[in-house]
């Protein structure tokens, strides 16, 4: 078996020379002739851009005589454009990394890589000339792209605020000012963002400062404002700490090479800047899609308006016709998608980097993605579709506080307000008589519904409850929503993920979703709870009865952990999972998911977002269908530059997974392979879909 | 007149364009091929000169199921395919046929598992040619069709009347909505597709996108070219750049595929290029058989 990955490794000798190599040594070989001889060691994987099917890699050229470093913003459609232009041999020398210096060419003189350099999208060269091997940092040659993006929007600090906030909003700013200059040149797309990320700075300031001024005896209220400060204080450590990890990661590794080594050891010549980029591109594009209607919209403007008979006894739900996929009536508009517009207007893109520590992991502001994805990407524990679940976390987090009134706007003490409760006792005593409520209150309903239906689920009585004993009081119903809020939080979560980034590929969707879980530790303690998520969003859709939806999303489960255990992936925790089937607590538990997320599935499926991030009318490996096994995109093939290829990040990770599921992947070199999702997916453009 | 072995085979074809010299890029890949024939050309008033050249490509490895042969195997009716033995070992010899046009050259092949290693070989060896493939962004021709599936493409240069007509499309269905595959592949295949109710009636959703709540792409779409309504010679094409036709005996049909290009670029917007070899993405097209009426 080839390994079709290379490093490219540079040592000191000291007085502004380098020994420069290209080796396909494993990085342990590098590291272990780094420490007997004592020397430093920077280098970075590179990979060989054009291979020919059922052939080995191309052979390292030997001796190095030059390397030549193109900054690509587009390096998928700039491999594309180049290469009817470049001679047999050339093919051979020609390699993408994961940063910012997105391609490189060996062996090239001078006159060539400018040639090359005027068919790049971004002009900035780097070229390294060799003595034998040998590089005099002095004759290193700079060629500059004159174009520069700018951003017109002017930020006006608030500087004085006190410590307290000073800190943050001191590390705010200055990061923006670094990202500014780095992202003119790298990212000009993201420049928008940093505007973004001003304004909502500036916001959070305001709010503290009104906060603050405010002065009042009542203790309740004084609490309830601390709370509040704390808050902001909190967002604003948080956007401080994110913006501190994009500088590190986003800005290393550009010109001049030599001085700006990455953070990342394994990374330490060209950083990341590439996979980072890729990951933003991923999530640029889910939050492009959902921008079409924004959720928080459409509950308080279009769900208030309108009026629906929820179901209220879980113990007798039965789903139907109403929540299948695939109703009898295929022209009937998603409730969603109807009653007018609703653009997002002012949304703050997410801030998006990398995280050993943290993994795959939302908050407020800011998404991270396990750093393993730099090297095992296309292994299904670390496939870049995991952030699309965040992602879903994101849009969540916005349905809830549009259903709960829990933003930054809302002055509250209490998690629910005593109308939340009013209309909740109304809805619940009438025992499904019929009566109409607000779409939006119904759906708060059901959800402090299912909140309940958890707590009775969790201890299972023998003979029924008594009247008192269903008989529920706000402050019952305030922990039973705080102990089950999350749950149905990562409900609507798998809902939104499944439907929109999977596209209901059930088995794809629950091997995906199972190796990954078993790489974190949470699914060890909570097997129930992530079971029983993953059995409700397999049935839902089904609008099938309670018995029959639990034995089908049975046995897609079974059959997707077989498909796992086939494809080499194991753990224990699969042979409990089988044992759990038959385990009636696990069914008692599934019982109130299955209904909370069939609700979601009628109120929450949106044929104008979907739509959108399939992107089958544009993109060009689809071939007409959202089915993984179908899509086309191979790595013999190249962005077509003319149209500037149009490749759905999610399409094609998913095709990715299925590959290597399935054991399709052409070659078996996984960094290579994951070197090259992460550098097609970063040449996407920003918003296309 | 050429003799293609396989002339019953329905070939895939790849077309390239050249920014340079035709004949140079015909020479290179006619160099990986053995028993090069003579080339023929084809001249007709106000149109180029079509070159085309028969060769083998030498395969150990076996494309083709049964052989043929005469009882005796004479100069008019040789084994099918033929073998030659290369440095000792016993290869298969395979129809190669090459045409070039302008600054166009077309490929065949008579298998498609030997066009997926050979146009890959050819790709390689005319690296820094500047040579890129012609492929038809057929959504946008089932839209310039419109339901009737014809378009006139007689140029001013024409002595007769010149119509692209459709003869096979393969419509792929996605529902955005309900997430289901009711419907998931719709092929149809004739004479002429646009004068079917049947075909005005799964191309609506394709011409107007409001039509329909399904997403309808076309994946395969067959045309001929019709002279004064006689049909002169068919292909069909994916999403790629990959062609299959069947080209005869007497290979004119190959000669044709440029006349059919050429009226097709008549139409505007469909023809792009790519530098990516269309055989690379062909799963769609594999086992298509172009028909031989």
Redesign the interface.
């Known amino acids: 078996m080839h390994s079709f990955t290379r490093y490219l490794s540079l040592h000191s000798r000291g007085t502004g020379q380098f020994v420069v190599s290209i080796s396909e040594a494993t990085p342990f070989e590098l590291l272990q002739d780094a420490l007997n001889g004592v020397t430093d060691l920077r280098y970075s994987p590179v990979f060989p851009a054009y291979l ?3 052939q080995a890699p191309p052979a390292i050229p030997e001796p190095l005589k030059s390397v030549a470093f193109f900054f690509a913003r587009f390096p998928y459609h700039m491999l ?2 180049i ?6 041999d ?2 051979d020398q020609v390699y993408f990394t994961q940063g910012l210096a997105s391609i490189l060419c060996v062996n090239c003189d001078l006159s060539r890589a400018l040639a090359l350099r005027e068919l790049m999208d971004h002009k900035l060269l780097e070229y390294w000339p060799l003595q034998d091997a040998i590089l005099q940092s002095d004759n290193v040659v700079i060629e500059h792209d004159p174009r520069k993006a700018t951003s017109t929007e002017k930020i006006v600090l608030q500087p004085g605020l006190g410590p307290e906030l000073d800190v943050y909003v001191e590390q705010i700013y200055a990061s923006i000012v670094t990202l500014r200059h780095s992202y003119t040149l790298f990212n000009p797309e993201e420049l928008n963002t940093l505007d973004s990320i001003a304004r909502l700075t500036d916001r959070l300031i305001t709010l503290y400062c009104e906060v603050k001024q405010r002065h009042t005896d009542a203790i309740e209220q004084a609490l309830n404002d601390s709370k509040r400060c704390h808050a902001v204080v909190s967002a604003l450590a948080e956007l401080s700490a994110s913006l501190s990890y994009l500088v590190t990661q986003g800005t290393s590794g550009c010109s001049p090479i030599l001085a700006n080594p990455s953070p990342f050891p394994h990374f330490s010549l060209l950083g990341v800047g590439g996979a980072l980029r890729a990951v933003r591109k991923f999530t640029r594009y889910l939050e492009s899609a959902f921008s079409v209607r924004d959720a928080s919209e459409v509950i308080e403007q279009g769900y208030t308006c309108r009026s629906v008979d929820f179901p209220v006894r879980i113990s007798l739900y039965e789903s139907g016709d109403a929540y ?4 009898p009536d ?2 009937v508009q ?1 409730e969603f998608d109807s009653g007018g517009e609703f653009p997002e207007k002012d949304d703050v893109p997410l801030l998006t980097y990398l995280s050993l520590r943290h993994g795959f992991k939302e908050s407020k502001f800011a998404i991270t993605a396990a750093t393993e994805i730099l090297t095992a990407e296309v292994s299904p524990q670390w496939t870049m579709m995991t952030l699309s679940h965040e992602i879903m976390h994101n849009r969540v987090r916005l349905i809830f506080q549009a259903l709960f009134g829990s933003g930054w706007k809302h002055d509250r003490n209490s998690v629910l307000t005593a109308q939340h409760f009013l209309d909740f006792k109304d809805w619940y005593e009438s025992r499904g008589a019929g009566k109409q409520y607000k779409l939006d209150c119904a759906l708060s309903n059901a959800i402090l519904n299912f909140c309940c239906a958890m707590d009775r689920a969790m201890e299972i009585k023998q003979i029924r409850r008594s009247v008192d004993e269903r008989k529920v009081s706000q402050s019952d119903l305030e922990e039973a929503y705080g102990r089950h809020k999350l749950r149905a939080m990562e409900l609507f979560v798998h809902f939104h993920d499944y ?1 929109f980034a999977y ?2 590929q059930d088995r794809l969707y629950t091997t995906s979703l199972w190796a990954s879980w078993i790489a974190v530790a949470a699914p060890y303690s909570r097997l129930i709870d992530y079971l029983v998520r993953t059995l409700a969003t397999v049935a839902c ?1 089904t609008g099938l009865k309670c018995d029959p939806a639990f034995e089908h999303a049975s046995e897609v489960l079974a059959d997707s952990l077989l498909i796992l255990e086939r494809s080499g992936v194991h753990s224990p925790l699969f042979d409990k999972m089988r044992t759990l089937l038959s385990d009636e607590k696990v069914y008692a538990i599934f019982k109130p998911s299955y209904y909370l997320i069939d609700q979601v599935r009628r109120f929450f ?1 949106s ?1 104008d977002i ?2 959108r991030i ?1 992107g ?2 544009k993109d ?8 993984a096994t ?1 899509y ?3 790595i ?3 962005g ?4 500037r290829t149009f490749v759905s990040p999610i399409r094609f990770s998913l095709a990715s997974l299925s590959r290597s599921m399935s054991g399709q992947s052409p070659i078996k070199d996984r960094r290579w392979l994951t070197a090259w999702n992460t550098m097609v997916i970063s040449s996407q453009g920003a918003n296309k879909c | 007149m050429l003799k293609p072995d396989l002339c019953s085979r329905t070939y895939t074809a790849e077309v390239l364009r050249t920014k340079g010299n035709a004949e140079l890029i015909a020479d290179t890949i006619g160099r990986l091929t053995t028993e090069r024939r003579s080339p023929e050309q084809i001249t007709g008033p106000g149109v180029d000169p079509v070159v085309i050249m028969h060769s083998f490509i030498a395969s150990q490895i076996r494309f083709h199921r049964p052989v043929r042969a005469g009882a005796v195997p004479t100069e008019e009716i040789p084994v099918v395919p033929r073998t030659k033995l290369i440095r000792g070992k016993e290869h298969y010899l395979y129809d190669l046929l090459l045409a070039r046009c302008g600054l166009d050259v077309m490929v065949a092949v008579p298998f498609h598992a030997l066009a997926q290693i050979f146009f890959s070989q050819a790709d390689r060896a005319l690296a820094g040619k500047r040579v890129v493939y012609e492929k038809l962004d057929i959504t946008k021709m089932v839209m310039q069709l419109g339901k009737s599936g014809v378009a006139d493409v007689s140029t001013s240069e024409s002595r007769r009347k010149l119509e692209i007509g459709l003869t096979r499309c393969q419509l792929s269905y996605s529902d955005p909505e309900r997430r289901s595959c009711d419907l998931q592949l719709v092929s149809l295949s004739g004479a002429h597709l646009g004068k079917t109710d049947v075909y005005q009636y799964v191309v609506e959703p394709v011409i107007d996108s409001n039509a329909s709540s399904l997403a309808v792409t076309p994946v395969l779409l067959g045309f001929s070219l019709y002279a004064d309504g006689i049909k002169k010679t068919s292909a069909t094409t994916d999403r790629h750049g990959n062609f299959k036709l069947w080209v005869g005996p007497g290979a004119t049909r190959v000669e044709r595929l440029f006349a059919l290009l050429d009226g097709i670029e008549t139409i505007e917007g469909i023809v792009s290029t790519t530098a990516n070899v269309p055989i690379l993405q062909s799963r769609t097209i594999e086992g298509v058989e172009e028909g031989q009426e």
């Not at chain 1, 077509?640 to 149209?643: A, C, L, S, T, Y």
Request: net charge negative.
């Open positions: 020919t099917p059922g594309g454009r290469k009817p232009e470049l001679a047999p050339e093919l299948k996929f695939s109703a295929q022209h998603e439907y596209a209901c859709g499926a044929r979907s739509k399939d089958l009318d060009p490996f689809a071939e007409g269908s959202t089915s179908t086309s995109a191979n013999f093939v190249y077509e530059d003319d149209q």
